[in-house]
C-alpha cells in the first residue's frame, strides 16, 4: 500500500472531526443551558401576569427579555409565540408575523395549531406579499436541519466504505473500491461547510416591519441577504432593493 | 267661551319640549298626563293656577300640544314650563310640565275644559276641572296676578320688609312681627352664553313656616331652564343677614342656560305662607298663624357671548358648554365576524348637552355601523345638573381582522378657563374572528391566547435533533480517525495476520483432498486471494504475471523467482496422470508454499 494510501484516511477523519467540533463550538444548530431556559421561564411567567393584567406594553418587554437568542430551548418557543400573540393583540401585526415565524424556527411542532393558525390569521389579516426562497441556495437555506442531516448521512456512509474497502476491491476495479469513500467523505465536507457558508452570507428569511419600497409592504416575507451597512439586500422578492436593519426583522439570529 | 290654543305658548316651548324629550330612553314606559287647577275656589280677579303634566312614556321626537277651552277664566302671560328627572332604584323618572295663570271673571263656575294634550303619537283627552268664583273666597285662596303699581310688594333687597295683608283687617296692636325674608340669587352673576347658572330661592326666617305655596314664578325668558328638585329632608342652615340671626332654606332651584348673549333680569317670585306668630300682652305664651305674601328680589344676569373658536377647532364646535368629559367603551372587543359589537360614548359632566348632534363616526374598511341609538339626559344633585348623554353604535365586523377604531372627541367651550377644548375619548381595539364555518367561509382562523407556562412545554423533538446533528457528524470521523491510527502504528503484523493464517488453513484444506487437480486449483485459489489482500493483485491476473505485479509493489526478486517455480509445479501438479503418485509433491507445494508466503509477508 502506498503511503498515501496510508496517511489520507486518518487526515480525512480528523478534518472531518475538525468541522464537527466548529459548529459545536461556534454554536450552531441551536445550543442551550440551563441558565438562558430559566430566564426564558421565569420572563413568561412575569409576560403572562401582565397580559393577564391588560398591561400588554409591559407584557412585550418581559418577554423580550427572556428571549435572548432563543435559546431557551422550548420556554423559548413560547416565548416566541406569546410574542407573537401579544403584538397580534396589539395590533402590531408584522411584529406579531415575525415572531410566529421565529417560534416556528425555534420549534417547528407539526402539532401546534395554535401557533400555525395564529399565523395564518396574521398573514390573512396582513393580506401582504410572501415570497419564496431565491435560487438552490434559497432553497437550501430555508432547510438546514434537512442540509445538516444529510452531510451526517453522508458521513456515516464514508465510515462503512472505509472499513468495507477492502472487500469492495475484490469485487469492484480496485481503484474504485480504494477510494470511494474518499469521495463521500469530501462530499460530506462539502455539505457541511455548505451550512456555514448559507448562514454566513445566504438568502435568509425576514419579515418586513415597516414597507420599503412600494411593492415590498410591511408584512412582506422576503428573503435577505447581508447588505453590509446598507442593511439587508433583498434576495427573494423585489431582487436588488436594499432595506435599513429597522425595517427587516430577521426570522433566525 | 274662548278656544286658546297653545300653539301660541311659543316655539321656544316646543323646541324646549322636543329636544328635551328627544334624549329619553325609548323604552320608557306608556307617558300619563295628569291636570290640576288650584285653588277650587276663588273670588272675582283672582288667580288660579292650571298644570298640565306629563310623566314617563316614549318621549323620542314628542309633541306636547295641549289645548284647552276656558270658560269664565282668562289666560294672564305666558305659561311657565319645567321638566324634571327622578332616578328611583335604577330607573328614570321624566316629568314635563306647564302652567297658566288664569284670572277668574264673574261669579259663578268656572271651568276649563276639553282639554287635550298630544304626547307623541297618543292624545290624551282629560276631563274638565273647575273652580267656584265666590264673592268672599278665603284668604289663602287669594291668588292675584302682579298688576302695575303697588299691588303686591315687591322685595328691594336684604332690607325688605314683610307686609301682612291682614294687618288693616285684624288690627292686633302688640303682636310681634314675624321675621320672614326671601332672597333670590345667581350664581355666577356673569357667564358666558350657554354656561349653567344656579339660580336659587332662599327662605330667611326667625320663626316656624306652616304652609307655603309659589304664586308667581319668573318667566325665565332667554334661558333653557331644568328644575332641580327640591329634597325635603334639606336641613335648615343659620346664617346672619343684616347683622340678624336667621335660617335659610332654599325653596327652589333651577339651573339657566342662556340661550345667547345680553343682559336678562328675572322677575322676583311670590309666595304665599303661614308664619307663627308670638301673641304679646296677657297671651303672650300664645301663638297664632299669620298669613304673609312675600316676593323676592329681581336679580339680573349679564351674559357674555362666547369668543370665536381657534381654527382647527372651529369645524367641530357645536355649541356645548360646560366641564365635560367623554368615556368610550367596546363591548366585546372581540367577537366573531357576523356578530356586532356595541361601541359606547358617553358625554358627561357639568353642562347642557342635551341639543349636541350626534357625533360623526368614521369607520376603517372593513367594519360597518348599525345606526346609533341615543340614551341619558341630565342628572341632577342638589345644586347643579350633570349631564350624561350617550350615543351607541352596534359596529359588525366584515371580515377578520384587527381595527384600531378612531378616536372620538368634541370640542366644547370649558367657562371656567375661557377657553376652547377637546374631549377625547380613549383607543379602543376591535378584533374579528372567523365565524361559523356555513357563515364565514373567507374567514381566517380565530385568534388563540397566549401560552402559559404551567403547559406542558413543547415536545417538538426538532430542537434536539438539530442540537445531535454536529456529534452524529463528528462520531463517523472519529471512529474511521481511530481505525486509521491503529492500523498505521500497528501495521505489519497485525495488518498480515488475518490473510496469512487464513491462507494455510486453505492450504491445509487442500492438501487433504486426494485429487492432485483439485489440490492445485485449490493452492493457486489460495494464493490468488492472498496476493490480492495482502499486495493488492487483482483477482484476475493470471498466475504468470503475478510475479510481475509483485515487483510493482517492491517485492524482492528471488522472492518472485521462488513463486515462479512454485507456480511452474502447480500447473505440473494440475496436468499430471491420474494414476502418477503426487502426494509427495502435493505435500511439498503445500510446505513450500506456506513458506514462502511467510517470508512475503515478513
Known amino acids: ?253 | 267661551m274662548n278656544r286658546v290654543n297653545r300653539h301660541a305658548a311659543g316655539a321656544l316651548l316646543a323646541a324646549l319640549a322636543a329636544t328635551l324629550f328627544a334624549a329619553l330612553p325609548a323604552a320608557a314606559d306608556s307617558p300619563t298626563v295628569v291636570v290640576d287647577l288650584d285653588p277650587k275656589v276663588l273670588g272675582v280677579g283672582d288667580t288660579a293656577f292650571l298644570t298640565i303634566e306629563v310623566r314617563g312614556g316614549v318621549f323620542t321626537n314628542v309633541r306636547f300640544d295641549p289645548s284647552f277651552e276656558l270658560t269664565n277664566f282668562e289666560q294672564v302671560g305666558n305659561p311657565a314650563s319645567s321638566s324634571n328627572v327622578q332616578w328611583i332604584n335604577g330607573v328614570t323618572t321624566r316629568s314635563l310640565r306647564h302652567t297658566w295663570r288664569l284670572q277668574a271673571g264673574q261669579l259663578g263656575l268656572a271651568t276649563v275644559s276639553d282639554i287635550r294634550v298630544q304626547v307623541g303619537d297618543d292624545r290624551f283627552d282629560l276631563p274638565a276641572v273647575e273652580a267656584q268664583v265666590v264673592e268672599d273666597p278665603p284668604a289663602s285662596a287669594r291668588r292675584r296676578p302682579p298688576a302695575p303699581g303697588p299691588a303686591m310688594p315687591r322685595n328691594p333687597g336684604p332690607g325688605w320688609r314683610l307686609r301682612d295683608p291682614l294687618a288693616d283687617r285684624f288690627r292686633r296692636g302688640q303682636e310681634d312681627e314675624p321675621k320672614v325674608r326671601l332672597l333670590a340669587e345667581v350664581s355666577p352673576p356673569v357667564a358666558w352664553a350657554g354656561e349653567q347658572v344656579t339660580y336659587t330661592l332662599w327662605l330667611y326666617t326667625q320663626t316656624d313656616i306652616r304652609r307655603i305655596s309659589l304664586r308667581e314664578m319668573p318667566d325665565f325668558n332667554g334661558f333653557w331652564v331644568e328644575e332641580i328638585p327640591r329634597r325635603d329632608d334639606l336641613p335648615t342652615e343659620p346664617t346672619t343677614l343684616d347683622g340678624e340671626s336667621f335660617f335659610r332654606t332654599p325653596l327652589l332651584r333651577r339651573a339657566l342656560f342662556a340661550l345667547g348673549p345680553g343682559e336678562f333680569d328675572v322677575d322676583p317670585v311670590e309666595v304665599s305662607l303661614t308664619a307663627r306668630v308670638a301673641r304679646s300682652g296677657f297671651f303672650r305664651s300664645l301663638s297664632t298663624a299669620q298669613p304673609m305674601e312675600l316676593a323676592s328680589n329681581p336679580v339680573r344676569l349679564e351674559i357674555r357671548p362666547l369668543p370665536a373658536p381657534p381654527p382647527e377647532l372651529a369645524a367641530d364646535f357645536g355649541g356645548l358648554v360646560g366641564d365635560l368629559r367623554l368615556d368610550a367603551r367596546l363591548v366585546p372587543s372581540e367577537l366573531a365576524v357576523g356578530d356586532a359589537a356595541n361601541l359606547e360614548l358617553t358625554l358627561s359632566g357639568h353642562g347642557n348637552v342635551e341639543g349636541m348632534a350626534t357625533p360623526r363616526l368614521d369607520l376603517p374598511e372593513g367594519l360597518s355601523a348599525l345606526p346609533a341609538g341615543e340614551a341619558g339626559g341630565n342628572r341632577v344633585p342638589d345644586v347643579d345638573v350633570e349631564a350624561e348623554r350617550t350615543w351607541s353604535w352596534p359596529l359588525v365586523p366584515e371580515r377578520p381582522g384587527t381595527w384600531r377604531l378612531p378616536t372620538l372627541g368634541v370640542v366644547y367651550f370649558d367657562p371656567a378657563s375661557g377657553e376652547y377644548r377637546r374631549a377625547e375619548a380613549p383607543p379602543l381595539m376591535l378584533r374579528a374572528r372567523r365565524g361559523e364555518p356555513e357563515t364565514a367561509l373567507a374567514g381566517g382562523p380565530a385568534l388563540h391566547p397566549i401560552k402559559n407556562a404551567a403547559l406542558p412545554p413543547d415536545e417538538s423533538p426538532a430542537p434536539r435533533i438539530a442540537a445531535t446533528l454536529p456529534w452524529l457528524f463528528a462520531l463517523p470521523w472519529a471512529l474511521v480517525l481511530t481505525v486509521a491510527l491503529v492500523r498505521l502504528r500497528n501495521g505489519g503484523e497485525r495488518r498480515n495476520a488475518g490473510p496469512l493464517t487464513r491462507f494455510e488453513a486453505r492450504l491445509a484444506e487442500a492438501v487433504a483432498d486426494e485429487r492432485p487437480r483439485q489440490t492445485a486449483i485449490a493452492v493457486e485459489a489460495a494464493w490468488v486471494d492472498l496476493l490480492a489482500e495482502r499486495f493488492d493483485v487483482p483477482p484476475g491476473t493470471p498466475p504468470s504475471r503475478w510475479s510481475a505485479a509483485l515487483a510493482a509493489s517492491a517485492v524482492d526478486a528471488r522472492l518472485r523467482d521462488a513463486l515462479d517455480e512454485l507456480i511452474d509445479d502447480l500447473h505440473y501438479l494440475r496436468n499430471a496422470p491420474q494414476l502418477s503418485t503426487t502426494a509427495e509433491l502435493t505435500g511439498e507445494l503445500a510446505e513450500r508454499s506456506r513458506r514462502l508466503a511467510r517470508r512475503l509477508a515478513a
Open chain 1, 1 to 253: 500500500m502506498s503511503r498515501l494510501g496510508r496517511l489520507l484516511p486518518p487526515a480525512l477523519a480528523a478534518a472531518g472531526l475538525a468541522l464537527a467540533l466548529v459548529a459545536l463550538f461556534a454554536g450552531r444548530p441551536g445550543r442551550g443551558d440551563d441558565a438562558t431556559a430559566t430566564l426564558a421561564r421565569d420572563s413568561l411567567a412575569r409576560g403572562n401576569r401582565l397580559v393577564r393584567r391588560g398591561e400588554l406594553d409591559a407584557a412585550l418587554a418581559a418577554y423580550t427579555a427572556g428571549w435572548g437568542d432563543g435559546d431557551g430551548g422550548a420556554s423559548s418557543a413560547t416565548l416566541a409565540y406569546n410574542l407573537g400573540t401579544t403584538h397580534h393583540r396589539l395590533g402590531q401585526l408584522p411584529e406579531a408575523l415575525l415572531w410566529y415565524r421565529r417560534a416556528l424556527a425555534v420549534a417547528p411542532s407539526p402539532n401546534d395549531d395554535w401557533l400555525r393558525e395564529n399565523l395564518e390569521l396574521a398573514r390573512a389579516e396582513l393580506a401582504a406579499a410572501r415570497f419564496e426562497p431565491p435560487g438552490l441556495g434559497g432553497r437550501l437555506a430555508a432547510h438546514p436541519v434537512l442540509l445538516t442531516t444529510a452531510a451526517v448521512v453522508l458521513a456515516w456512509l464514508a465510515l462503512t466504505l472505509y472499513l468495507a474497502r477492502r472487500r469492495l476491491a475484490l469485487s469492484l476495479p480496485p481503484a474504485v473500491g480504494e477510494w470511494a469513500w474518499a469521495a463521500v467523505a469530501g462530499i460530506a465536507f462539502a455539505t457541511w461547510a455548505a451550512v456555514f457558508a448559507l448562514s454566513a452570507w445566504g438568502p435568509r428569511p425576514a419579515v418586513l416591519l415597516a414597507p420599503c419600497g412600494p411593492e415590498l409592504a410591511a408584512g412582506s416575507e422576503v428573503w435577505v441577504t447581508p447588505a453590509g451597512e446598507e442593511g439587508w439586500s433583498v434576495a427573494g422578492g423585489a431582487e436588488g432593493r436594499s432595506c435599513p436593519e429597522s425595517v427587516v426583522g430577521r426570522v433566525g439570529g
